[in-house]
């Protein structure tokens, strides 16, 4: 089995934050119903329904039907500020069409957290969500105390009411301790039971204001099996999860391999939340190579779409859920999921054997979750790792890169590099406090690769031709 905080970038929101944020068997408990709208659990697979029609899950512990597609709220869209055109601010405007048109369309299940969007978050989709009845949508959010400020018992709680507030709520559909497994059990009981703040929010679930109560995992697989030993004390109603078709056998880093984590919860009959399905987008932006496999076998799907399908496969999840920037990746995603085509049994050796190739690759396993954010030497590190990747992808330069082709492909990457990242963020700042790595969920050796792309960079300035393998 391979084993494995959130970003706050603004001063203020810190300091806030300081002071207050092949199918399977299912068991009656968390299984699911069937009727002719909703999909079985048990099986995996769609009864009939019309033509783009959601497909939902339901569980009997709450008998909520949850859409397959849920809506992260992580990366909401933003716009320059008004006050300061450098700066950006979410765009409410933006994100309300967003939501308006999930919701038309069936998604109800919306994941957000007191740290996401610079602190942002909770409030704007508090905002478009108010805008529907309130037994129309479920709520996700987390238990995101992280910074030592918030564990006394009084502030970990002044977050969780301090959610309800901003999501305009009294209840919570959906609570996560989150991302438990960061820094091990240590670091867990000081969050969650030294304080005794589970206990209080055992008390909310048994109260009514927490409808469902469960964790997401990231880090050391400890804490992970405490807490699923400890199932019959605690009840978890659902488990969130980092599952696509690279990480089912072949996590990176602290991170588990999915195929465990699923088990787990299957035998446990424990609904399963996935997050980074796409691994940070990654698995949306192929190699050319790996991508033209796809193509030639569904040649009007996008490389998203077998990654949805590829997690919505597995009959014991309940939702998936996608960081929708943009009205185009919604679109995709709702005609992935209205209705589901599970992964036949050919699709998923074939995607197995895709993973295979995608980790032979000289790609960074970034994730673009901006848990290392910020840097305290201001550069961008999500930024940088996207711009080599996508280099890297597009196989723009190498050893093989002919001589002829090699100053149109260098100079593509140089001018892409400072257009995407402005150069007093880019990776020849790195100094090596590795202070960003003990916040990777991938424990991606950051200083390592800032160091190494900035002599790449390097390379290319002088003309030389880049080596991977160098």
Same mark, same amino acid.
């Given at each position: 089995?391979?084993?494995?905080?959130?970003?706050?970038?603004?001063?203020?929101?810190?300091?806030?934050?300081?002071?207050?944020?092949?199918?399977?068997?299912? &068991? #009656?408990?968390?299984?699911?119903?069937?009727?002719?709208?909703? /999909? +079985? =659990?048990?099986?995996?697979?769609? $009864?009939? @329904?019309?033509?783009?029609?959601?497909?939902?899950?339901?569980?009997?512990?709450?008998?909520?039907?949850?859409?397959?597609?849920?809506?992260?709220?992580?990366?909401?869209?933003?716009?320059?500020?008004?006050?300061?055109?450098?700066?950006?601010?979410?765009?409410?405007?933006?994100?309300?069409?967003?939501?308006?048109?999930?919701?038309?369309?069936?998604?109800?299940?919306?994941?957000?957290?007191?740290?996401?969007?610079?602190?942002?978050?909770?409030?704007?989709?508090?905002?478009?969500?108010?805008?529907?009845?309130?037994?129309?949508?479920?709520?996700?959010?987390? &238990? #995101?105390?992280?910074?030592?400020?918030?564990?006394?018992?009084? /502030? +970990? =709680?002044?977050?969780?009411?301090? $959610?309800? @507030?901003?999501?305009?709520?009294?209840?919570?559909?959906?609570?996560?301790?989150?991302?438990?497994?960061?820094?091990?059990?240590?670091?867990?009981?000081?969050?969650?039971?030294?304080?005794?703040?589970?206990?209080?929010?055992?008390?909310?679930?048994?109260?009514?204001?927490?409808?469902?109560?469960?964790?997401?995992?990231?880090?050391?697989?400890?804490?992970?099996?405490?807490?699923?030993?400890?199932?019959?004390?605690?009840?978890?109603?659902?488990?969130?999860?980092?599952?696509?078709?690279?990480?089912?056998?072949?996590?990176?880093?602290?991170?588990?391999?999915?195929?465990?984590?699923?088990?787990?919860?299957?035998?446990?009959?424990?609904?399963?939340?996935?997050?980074?399905?796409?691994?940070?987008?990654?698995?949306?932006?192929?190699?050319?190579?790996?991508?033209?496999?796809?193509?030639?076998?569904?040649?009007?799907?996008?490389?998203?779409?077998?990654?949805?399908?590829?997690?919505?496969?597995?009959?014991?999840?309940?939702?998936?859920?996608?960081?929708?920037?943009?009205?185009?990746?919604?679109?995709?995603?709702?005609?992935?999921?209205?209705?589901?085509?599970?992964?036949?049994?050919?699709?998923?050796?074939?995607?197995?054997?895709?993973?295979?190739?995608?980790?032979?690759?000289?790609?960074?396993?970034?994730?673009?979750?901006?848990?290392?954010?910020?840097?305290?030497?201001?550069?961008?590190?999500?930024?940088?790792?996207?711009?080599?990747?996508?280099?890297?992808?597009?196989?723009?330069?190498?050893?093989?890169?002919?001589?002829?082709?090699?100053?149109?492909?260098?100079?593509?990457?140089?001018?892409?590099?400072?257009?995407?990242?402005?150069?007093?963020?880019?990776?020849?700042?790195?100094?090596?406090?590795?202070?960003?790595?003990?916040?990777?969920?991938?424990?991606?050796?950051?200083?390592?690769?800032?160091?190494?792309?900035?002599?790449?960079?390097?390379?290319?300035?002088?003309?030389?031709?880049?080596?991977?393998?160098?």
């Amino acid at each position: 089995m391979k084993k494995s905080i959130d970003p706050i970038s603004r001063r203020s929101f810190i300091k806030k934050v300081g002071a207050g944020g092949a199918a399977v068997a299912v &068991a #009656s408990l968390t299984g699911c119903k069937v009727d002719n709208k909703t /999909e +079985s =659990i048990t099986t995996g697979t769609s $009864s009939k @329904k019309e033509p783009g029609e959601m497909t939902y899950r339901e569980t009997l512990t709450t008998g909520d039907k949850v859409s397959i597609l849920g809506y992260g709220c992580m990366r909401w869209p933003t716009k320059p500020s008004p006050d300061d055109p450098t700066e950006q601010i979410i765009d409410q405007d933006a994100v309300n069409e967003l939501v308006d048109y999930a919701m038309k369309h069936g998604v109800n299940y919306y994941d957000t957290s007191p740290v996401y969007c610079k602190g942002e978050s909770e409030r704007v989709t508090g905002i478009a969500l108010s805008r529907y009845p309130r037994d129309s949508y479920f709520i996700a959010t987390k &238990a #995101s105390n992280f910074n030592s400020a918030t564990w006394p018992r009084e /502030e +970990s =709680i002044a977050m969780y009411r301090n $959610s309800m @507030k901003y999501l305009q709520t009294d209840y919570i559909d959906y609570y996560l301790l989150h991302s438990i497994g960061q820094n091990g059990m240590e670091a867990f009981n000081n969050r969650y039971i030294n304080n005794g703040f589970l206990d209080f929010l055992l008390a909310e679930r048994e109260a009514g204001r927490i409808r469902n109560l469960g964790f997401s995992y990231h880090g050391d697989i400890e804490v992970f099996d405490y807490l699923l030993a400890n199932h019959d004390k605690y009840k978890w109603d659902f488990v969130q999860i980092q599952l696509n078709y690279v990480d089912w056998n072949h996590a990176s880093g602290r991170n588990t391999n999915a195929s465990y984590l699923y088990d787990e919860l299957d035998r446990r009959n424990i609904p399963a939340v996935i997050m980074e399905p796409l691994l940070g987008g990654r698995l949306a932006d192929m190699p050319d190579y790996l991508a033209t496999r796809f193509k030639e076998r569904r040649p009007e799907d996008s490389l998203a779409s077998w990654a949805f399908r590829y997690a919505g496969t597995h009959p014991r999840v309940l939702t998936v859920l996608s960081g929708m920037t943009y009205m185009e990746h919604l679109v995709d995603n709702l005609a992935t999921y209205s209705p589901l085509e599970p992964c036949t049994a050919e699709e998923l050796d074939f995607l197995e054997d895709v993973a295979k190739g995608f980790i032979a690759s000289d790609a960074v396993p970034c994730t673009a979750c901006q848990y290392c954010m910020p840097c305290p030497f201001g550069i961008d590190i999500p930024a940088v790792f996207g711009h080599y990747n996508k280099m890297v992808n597009d196989g723009t330069i190498d050893k093989t890169t002919r001589a002829e082709a090699f100053n149109d492909a260098r100079r593509k990457f140089l001018v892409g590099y400072d257009r995407s990242v402005p150069r007093l963020r880019q990776a020849n700042h790195c100094i090596g406090c590795h202070t960003c790595e003990e916040h990777c969920p991938q424990s991606i050796k950051i200083a390592k690769r800032m160091h190494k792309i900035d002599s790449y960079v390097e390379k290319l300035k002088r003309g030389e031709v880049y080596d991977a393998e160098a």
